[in-house]
């Protein structure tokens, strides 16, 4: 499957972006989906995931309450919700899939990635 995330950008903090993840190639509901991200010299680390369906949604403690993620398996799309957003929120950010019986929901065994988007939140 194939991934391209968009709507990055420049936001103050406290503001709110909306990044959108398009997949094609293959079967999109049949992949749990991510968004994770990677500030400039750190570690990428998980943001957020959500079941084949959308019926469970996971969150990293960092963005829990801020975040949002959603998918439209008609549109093969998903899309991740920022608001409330922090300075330490300035990351690239990536949508990635994983196969049924992996263990997604933990922000683990993802197998396609897409390219990132850039999100800076300035104070």
């Known amino acids: 499957v194939q991934l391209q995330a968009s709507g990055g950008g420049l936001v103050q903090a406290g503001g709110s972006l909306r990044l959108s993840c398009a997949a094609s190639g293959r079967t999109f509901s049949n992949y749990a989906m991510g968004w994770f991200r990677q500030a400039p010299e750190k570690e990428r680390e998980f943001v957020a995931a959500?079941?084949?369906?959308?019926?469970?949604?996971y969150y990293s403690d960092s963005v829990k309450g801020r975040f949002t993620i959603s998918r439209d398996n008609d549109k093969n799309t998903v899309v991740l919700q920022m608001n409330s957003l922090k300075s330490e929120g300035t990351a690239v950010y990536y949508c990635a899939a994983a196969i049924a019986g992996s263990r997604w929901f933990m922000g683990l065994d993802y197998n396609y990635w897409g390219l990132g988007t850039q999100v800076t939140v300035s104070s």
């Open positions: 959500i079941s084949r369906r959308g019926s469970h949604t």
